[in-house]
T-cell receptor, first 114, second 116 residues
Framework: EAGVAQSPRYKIIEKRQSVAFWCNPI?????LYWYQQILGQGPKLLIQFQNNGVVDDSQLPKDRFSAERLKGVDSTLKIQPAKLEDSAVYLCASSSLGGNSPLHFGNGTRLTVT | AQSVTQPDIHITVSEGASLELRCNYSYGATPYLFWYVQSPGQGLQLLLK??????LVQGIKGFEAEFKRSQSSFNLRKPSVHWSDAAEYFC??????????????FGTGTQLKVEL
């Protein structure tokens, strides 16, 4: 089966600019997650969708970050305006609905904010 | 709130030697526990998972982990390390959510270096 697809792989922007990341989950996976992984740290959950509804966005900096999953499949994560501390790898993951379902991760988008 | 501690930031082992990576978790109920591996520039790949039952779980690539409730630990082991095992390893604890999905909290990772 095809894995989780993410694009772009790399992005370099200046602070205060905006950026968007795209994710296509594994077919049939109802749950989609965006994680932020800062260098030297473990991934941190930003937002979790079930189908096209938000399950958990408690750690999403909502003043600058937004995410959507309009048709319950693809998702986009946007940052506007970006700050230096947003430099990180943004990982998308998906899983099926079962409470013990493992997460399947994409290769991530590495964002550098200068 | 759930949390994970990986006390070793870096570990170096010789090829062919045994390996143990430590993981301690904090969670109020019976946890779902995972080990993931991340190679440079790649996403995270699931090595193994524990939900219930036998406390010794087998994973891919010859890895195994043992759940010890009394010690709140879920250490990862491999009897003989290969050079290709060099990567970063993450332990995670998950809370199954009503209605589906899984909220994972990751540790800070252990970077494994393998000497030839």
């Amino acid at each position: 089966e095809a894995g989780v697809a993410q694009s772009p792989r790399y992005k370099i922007i200046e602070k205060r600019q905006s950026v968007a990341f795209w994710c296509n989950p594994i077919s049939g996976h109802a749950t989609l997650y965006w994680y932020q992984q800062i260098l030297g740290q473990g991934p941190k959950l930003l937002i979790q969708f079930q189908n096209n509804g938000v399950v958990d966005d408690s750690q999403l900096p909502k003043d600058r970050f937004s995410a959507e999953r309009l048709k319950g499949v693809d998702s986009t994560l946007k940052i506007q305006p970006a700050k230096l501390e947003d430099s990180a790898v943004y990982l998308c993951a998906s899983s099926s609905l079962g409470g013990n379902s493992p997460l399947h991760f994409g290769n991530g988008t590495r964002l550098t904010v200068t | 709130a759930q949390s994970v501690t990986q006390p070793d930031i870096h570990i170096t082992v010789s090829e062919g030697a045994s390996l143990e990576l430590r993981c301690n978790y904090s969670y109020g109920a019976t946890p779902y526990l995972f080990w993931y591996v991340q190679s440079p520039g790649q996403g995270l790949q699931l090595l193994l998972k524990y939900f219930s039952g036998d406390t010794l779980v087998q994973g891919i690539k010859g890895f195994e982990a043992e759940f010890k409730r009394s010690q709140s630990s879920f250490n990862l082991r491999k009897p003989s390390v290969h050079w290709s095992d060099a990567a970063e390893y993450f332990c995670a604890v998950g809370a199954g959510l009503t209605g589906g999905g899984n909220k994972l909290t990751f540790g800070t990772g252990t970077q494994l270096k393998v000497e030839l």
